[in-house]
């Protein structure tokens, strides 16, 4: 299985394809499936590797009480570089999000692309902080299982299929209860990376679900405004997890990006 030392780590990584780099960040809580779809569907396009970030997934336990983005960003430019290349396409999904704006703050040089799904530059308010807190004492009182079940509504659209709530909450199930605190706690801390935006001069793309509620389509125009050049895809049907949720208009939109044509996507339950 392939696995990269980094930072004093390893991180287990899945990947697709060849020819240029793209990196794909999951988010909390959960790990590299998240992507599954995007590096089935992208592997002609790009080289496609999905790590299991610090501490999740099959990549080493965490020992640190809080997961900072920074800590985040470093691991991938570690990644990035253990790969042999210089730079990557990075895509990355609402945590994932906080740490790739870290990494271009930090190491703006290994950024080609990017692309925000369902995420945000801004930090958390006092009342969110408050609520991550919550969150951590009722995931360690009332275990996993009760967590997935809470967190449903939250990441999920209306009309999710049987599929994706099956491997959400093997994802979720599946994570370190460890890693779930750190997790929090690093989000609650993470500073404002709003002024960072417009500073950003690589092409990018911001995805959002049409029914995000922790990221709402407004925030994500708001924030693709704020980038030059950046464009917004909202994904119809989706939720907070547009990547699984509705996989193949995710993929269209990324192949828009890294190649620059136009793919007609088709599903079942569309209009």
């Not at 930072?7 to 909390?28: K, S, W």
Request: glycine share 8%; proline share 7%; hydrophobic share 45%.
């Amino acid at each position: 299985m392939p696995f990269a030392r980094v930072n004093g780590t390893m991180l287990y990584y899945r990947e697709a394809g060849e020819g240029d780099l793209a990196v794909f960040l999951h988010g909390f809580p959960l790990d590299h499936s998240i992507w599954l779809d995007q590096l089935h569907g992208l592997a002609h396009v790009r080289h496609c590797i999905a790590p299991d970030l610090r501490g999740f997934g099959r990549s080493d336990p965490i020992l640190e009480p809080a997961l900072s983005m920074e800590v985040v960003a470093d691991d991938i430019a570690a990644l990035i570089e253990a790969l042999g290349a210089t730079e990557a396409d990075i895509i990355a999904l609402s945590m994932g999000g906080y740490a790739a704006l870290a990494l271009y703050e930090l190491r703006p040089s290994m950024v080609r692309t990017l692309t925000l799904v369902d995420t945000r530059a801004t930090p958390d308010s006092v009342e969110a902080r408050a609520a991550r807190d919550a969150l951590a004492d009722q995931l360690l009182a009332g275990g996993k299982t009760d967590f997935a079940s809470q967190m449903f509504p939250t990441l999920l659209g209306p009309h999710p299929s049987r599929p994706t709530r099956a491997r959400l909450r093997s994802m979720i199930e599946g994570t370190r209860y460890e890693t779930l605190v750190a997790a929090l706690e690093g989000m609650k801390e993470r500073p404002d990376r709003s002024v960072l935006l417009p500073q950003i001069a690589v092409p990018t793309l911001v995805v959002v679900g049409e029914h995000d509620a922790l990221t709402p389509p407004s925030q994500a125009r708001a924030m693709a405004e704020a980038i030059p050049g950046a464009r917004t895809s909202v994904i119809p049907g989706a939720g907070h997890l547009s990547p699984l949720e509705r996989p193949d208009e995710v993929n269209s939109a990324l192949i828009e990006l890294l190649e620059g044509r136009k793919v007609v996507w088709w599903r079942e339950d569309a209009e």
